[in-house]
């Protein structure tokens, strides 16, 4: 009974009113995360005693770049399910991933940077974490001109699917890079196998934000789908029963 | 609460302030953009639906 109610979801008709229902909910979830994350990034989070106060734009370029590494598996994931079963809706969270994707890791390597000159003395500095992160937005960037390149929108997903597999490899190397390689980019100090080792006074604003970004994901590719769902429904029956 | 020290943020109150505006200003154009071009797009759709029934 559930697996049936789910796998109508699959059909645009059911999915435009379903993630209709769901934005307000989500919009209003995320605006009440990123105002309390703000609030304790800006005000409760003490400075750090070696950085200072730059430690606030942690709370900006960490959840950013997770959010940036987490969205292109979701596409990738989602690009390899309507390549093998050719499921559109599939195709259409793909594509919808992708411009957000790209926002963050672009969000990433900014505040990165906004954070290396005053730290390192320098915006940029070829690391293997720097690096590695800026081939993910060259990646995200060659997935949206590979697909709006092609007009005929299943091989354009199909097209857009390939790369994305294959950019897949990036992810791991992004992940272990401060591991395999001598990096001026400090090493993991949450995402470790034995616990975060960052104090809760950093390490709450820091989970409250990454909350609300993830949040914040999911309202925006709910938008983005539901109009690409107007783009290619057009004259559809149902479209305007629910569009009047 | 002193503004003018929470601004200079002990001088590293531009990094600071530029990264906070930088993810304002892209993540609310992802949200602006697609929301316009919904409603353009609804628009579009209504009128051509009022056209084929007048």
Redesign the interface.
């Known amino acids: 009974m559930l697996i049936k109610n789910f796998q109508k979801l699959a059909a645009a008709k059911y999915f435009y009113p379903f993630a209709g229902r769901l934005i307000p909910w989500l919009t209003g979830i995320t605006l009440l995360l990123l105002v309390y994350g703000?609030y304790l990034g800006l005000f409760v989070a003490p400075?750090d005693y070696q950085q200072?106060?730059?430690v606030?734009?942690m709370f900006?370029?960490v959840p950013?770049a997770w959010m940036s590494i987490f969205i292109y598996a979701m596409m990738a994931g989602a690009a390899a399910i309507g390549l093998v079963w050719k499921i559109k809706l599939a195709d259409n969270f793909a594509s919808a991933c992708a411009?957000?994707g790209a926002?963050f890791t672009?969000?990433a390597l900014?505040?990165g940077s906004?954070?290396g000159?005053?730290m390192w003395g320098a915006w940029w500095v070829w690391d293997a974490r720097l690096t590695s992160e800026l081939i993910l937005l060259f990646l995200y960037i060659g997935f949206m001109a590979l697909q709006s390149a092609i007009d005929e929108p299943r091989r354009a997903a199909r097209a857009g699917a390939v790369l994305a597999l294959i950019g897949v490899i990036n992810l791991p190397v992004i992940h272990y890079s401060v591991e395999w390689w001598n990096t001026l980019h400090q090493p993991a100090s949450v995402a470790r196998i034995d616990g975060p080792r960052i104090h809760s006074s950093i390490l709450v604003p820091l989970l409250v934000m990454a909350a609300a970004f993830m949040f914040?994901f999911f309202?925006?590719v709910l938008?983005?789908m539901?109009?690409a769902i107007?783009?290619t429904e057009?004259n559809s029956q149902w479209?305007?029963g629910e569009?009047? | 609460m002193n503004w003018g020290e929470f601004l200079h943020m002990g001088g590293h109150g531009l990094y600071i302030w530029f990264s906070y505006a930088a993810a304002t200003i892209i993540l609310g154009l992802n949200v602006i953009l697609p929301l316009r071009r919904f409603r353009a797009l609804l628009k579009l759709d209504n009128e051509s639906t009022h056209e084929s029934t007048s």
């Open positions: 703000i400075p200072g106060e730059s606030r734009i900006i370029h950013s411009p957000i926002s672009f969000l900014i505040t906004l954070w000159k005053p914040y309202t925006v938008i983005r539901r109009t107007l783009g057009r479209l305007q569009t009047e």
